[in-house]
Structure formats: structure tokens, C-alpha cells
């Protein structure tokens, strides 16, 4: 399956690799090499945030997109010092292998306290000792919708819809010129947010046990959030373009289709959305206010939204040293990334004490992301969580049930005992 960052770090991926040799020796020792996942904008805005951040060190920046996995084996000159983690649930996997260095302790507290919440802490500390410092969080239960499309539509204010709300709304919109959501499926972690959020919505006793270790995927609340997935996804005409098209878009591709193409009302989509939307809007000659961001819906009138935090961790290579530790420091500086907060958007600080302009679609998450209790799940479970795991179930999953309804129960059983066999050959 293709992704958005996949082409992004082909270019930058063949010297790394030639470092993976010992006898090979490329690259300017002089910089401090950083690997990250971002390409595009993303890439744009984190080289301002370089350019502002006062480093002690010159750097370097390696683009390696869906390849970022290949910075914690490279060796050589080539070979990065400093990785953004876009899965901080790696980490401990990771510390335990010895290929990263800890930390310094004192860039996690302050004469105020932790600079970070609880969340991040667990996920960043092995053994006692820090391996990790957060450098972006995401707020990953968020719907994007067009106000517009709405008003004109006669659906009325989503904000207080519970799933099953939404799920009607599909029906209704179904066939219609505008459908309801838009999904960009070829970008496999938009279908795992999806299945996350529903399931943390559902149960969130099992969504944490499975986050924790207790992994055991044939449980009813899998099983009925899976259901709920084949209800959104199964009605005929409910996507834009059918699922065809909806396995060949991008995460970009349908917010575009929301705010530019205007063939559906709302996208679920994480804070990052947010220069696509911009941008889209631009394009489609429209105001901000067209705009407006809820929080994913919760399963009944009353209970809880989930609250899902993802984001990318900073760790040091096992090879790097003294000067790429000071780097680290540098960029996890209160005030470092406000160039990208302000100036593109779409970044969420998780440094607690970050003071920063927020946009009007931002800065609600931003005021209570610290107290947001989950971290994405399949960012924590290794590669059961990845592109062989639970990606590539969700994406057979809605090939099978897509368009047609299938048959959702027996689709449900196949993933379960998918996921099940994938998780026991995985140990």
C-alpha cells in the first residue's frame, strides 16, 4: 500500500542504507544528523523551527517518510544522532535492544514539575530511565466538518451527535452529491484512528488492556466496534467515490474532498488536518469560518468522547553524543516550536508550559491535551499496530464489507482471528 511519505524519503533512504555497513563511511560528521518522518509542509515548518531555535550545533535533516525505521539500525557517518519517533510505542522495544541512549532527566521537569503529562511518561521511560523526550503531539479524536455543506444540507449542528447519529447521517447523505464522511483509507493509520477512537468509545477498559499488554483481540467490545466500522462503511453509495476510491486516497485527499472538492461534510482527522483545510479552503475561494472542528463523537447521550494523543518523540541513537544531546535540549525548549504552531499550524505542544497563538481550530485541544488520559493504541503495540497488522486487517476489512454490507459478522470473525494469529507469531 502506498503512502503520502513513502516517495518523500526515497531519496534520502539509498545513502542511509549504504551506512548500514560498517566499512562505509558517508556523510559530514560536523552536523548533527536528525531523521524524521515529515515531508512537504510538515518538513517546511520543521526546518523554521531549526532556523529560530538558537541550536548549539549545526544540523542536518534526513526526509526518510514511511522509511524512519531504518534510522535506528544505520550506522557509519550517515548514520543519524537524533530520530523523531513518529511511534513513541517503539520506544521501550527499542531501549531494550540497546539501540538508543537515554536521556537527560532534567529536559522532563522543572522547579515547576513535570514538563509533560502522565501519558507521555509511560510510554517514554524503560527501567527507570528516560529514552525520549516529546517533541509533537497530536489530538487524534477530532471531526472536521464543513459548515456550510451542513446548513445547506438540513442536517442540522453535529456537535452533539453520538456515533449512532453520524451513522444515520451516512444513510441519509448516501447517493446524495455530498456524502457525509470522506476517508482516505490508502494511508492506513486513518482507518486505525477510526477503529481507536470507536473502540475507546465503546470500551475503554479494553482498549487500555490492550494498550497495556493484555492483548487478547477476541472480546465482545472488538468484535462490536468492528460491527460498528462495517455499519459506516458497508452502505452502498455512503463514500465518495464508493470504497474504490476511497483505497486509493490519502489522508490530504479527503480533507481536500471536504473543504476543496466539496463530495462529502466531514472528515475524521487528527489537529494536523489543519494546513490541508487552510489550504483547501483558499482554493475553494472560502472563509475560515467554513471550518469547524468537534470532538469525536461518543456512543451514547452523556458518556465520554474518546481522548486519543499521538505525536513524535525524539530519541537519541546509540551512537550519537554529547553535541546531538544538546540539540535535543534545544528543540525541547518550551518555545521552540512555536515558529510551527503559529505560523502553519497544525502542531500541538506537549511541553505543558508551551505559550503559543493557537488557531481558533486548534486551541481548545491544545488547552486540555495534557489531561487527554490515551495514547494512540496502535503506536504502543508494536508491530501488530503497523502496516502488516491492524492496518492491513482494517484495509481488508473494508474491502470485504465495503459498498455492499458483505457479511459484517462473519468479516468481524476474520479479523479477530487474524489479529489474534498475527499477535501470537509476533511473540
Not at 21 to 31: K, M, Q
Not at 294 to 320: K, W, Y
Not at 322 to 346: F, M, N, S, T
Request: proline share 6%; net charge negative; aromatic share 8%.
Amino acid at each position: 500500500m502506498g503512502t503520502r511519505r513513502a516517495v518523500l524519503g526515497a531519496a534520502a533512504l539509498a545513502p542511509l542504507l549504504a551506512a548500514c555497513s560498517p566499512d562505509v563511511l558517508l556523510g559530514d560528521r560536523d552536523v548533527v544528523r536528525i531523521a524524521v518522518a515529515w515531508g512537504g509542509l510538515e518538513l517546511s515548518a520543521f526546518r523554521s523551527v531549526l532556523d529560530t531555535a538558537g541550536l548549539p550545533e549545526p544540523v542536518e535533516v534526513v526526509p526518510l517518510g514511511d522509511e524512519i525505521g531504518t534510522a535506528l539500525t544505520a550506522r557509519g557517518r550517515s548514520a543519524p544522532d537524533i530520530v523523531m519517533l513518529p511511534q513513541a510505542g517503539q520506544l521501550r522495544d527499542l531501549a531494550a535492544a540497546g539501540r538508543l541512549r537515554e536521556v537527560p532527566a532534567d529536559l522532563w521537569t522543572g522547579p515547576d514539575g513535570s514538563h509533560y503529562g502522565d501519558q507521555w511518561r509511560r510510554l517514554c521511560q524503560d527501567g527507570g530511565h528516560l529514552y525520549g523526550v516529546p517533541f509533537k503531539a497530536s489530538g487524534k479524536s477530532l471531526i472536521w466538518y464543513d459548515r456550510d455543506g451542513f446548513t445547506d444540507s438540513g442536517l442540522g449542528d453535529p456537535a452533539a451527535w453520538t456515533v449512532g447519529d453520524w451513522l444515520a447521517g451516512v444513510r441519509e447523505a448516501a447517493g446524495s452529491s455530498r456524502r457525509l464522511l470522506a476517508l482516505g483509507a490508502a494511508d492506513g493509520w486513518v482507518l486505525t484512528d477510526l477503529f481507536e477512537n470507536l473502540l475507546l468509545a465503546e470500551s475503554p477498559a479494553v482498549y487500555r488492556a490492550l494498550g497495556d499488554g493484555g492483548r487478547n483481540w477476541d472480546v465482545p467490545a472488538v468484535r462490536h466496534t468492528l460491527t460498528r466500522l462495517g455499519g459506516f462503511w458497508g452502505i452502498r453509495d455512503g463514500l465518495p467515490g464508493g470504497v474504490g476510491t476511497a483505497l486509493t486516497e490519502q489522508f490530504a485527499d479527503a480533507v481536500r474532498d471536504v473543504f476543496e472538492h466539496r463530495r462529502a461534510l466531514a472528515v475524521a482527522a487528527p489537529d494536523f488536518a489543519e494546513p490541508v483545510v487552510r489550504d483547501a479552503l483558499r482554493r475553494s475561494g472560502r472563509t475560515e469560518e467554513a471550518a469547524v472542528v468537534v470532538p469525536f463523537p461518543r456512543t451514547e447521550p452523556g458518556g465520554e468522547h474518546p481522548r486519543i494523543v499521538g505525536g513524535d518523540v525524539m530519541v537519541l541513537t546509540r551512537s550519537a553524543g554529547p553535541r546531538a544531546e544538546a540539540v535535543v535540549a534545544a528543540l525541547a525548549a518550551e518555545q521552540a516550536p512555536v515558529p510551527w504552531i503559529e505560523r502553519v499550524g497544525g502542531f500541538l505542544g506537549p511541553n505543558v508550559n508551551t505559550r503559543a497563538r493557537y488557531s481558533r481550530w486548534s486551541a481548545a485541544t491544545a488547552a486540555t491535551l495534557a489531561d487527554w488520559p490515551d495514547f494512540d493504541l496502535s503506536d504502543r503495540i508494536g508491530a501488530v499496530g503497523g502496516r502488516d497488522g491492524l492496518w492491513r486487517v482494517l484495509t481488508e476489512f473494508l474491502i470485504t464489507v465495503g459498498d455492499t454490507g458483505g457479511d459484517v459478522s462473519a468479516a468481524a470473525d476474520t479479523a479477530v482471528a487474524t489479529l489474534s494469529r498475527f499477535e501470537r507469531g509476533w511473540r
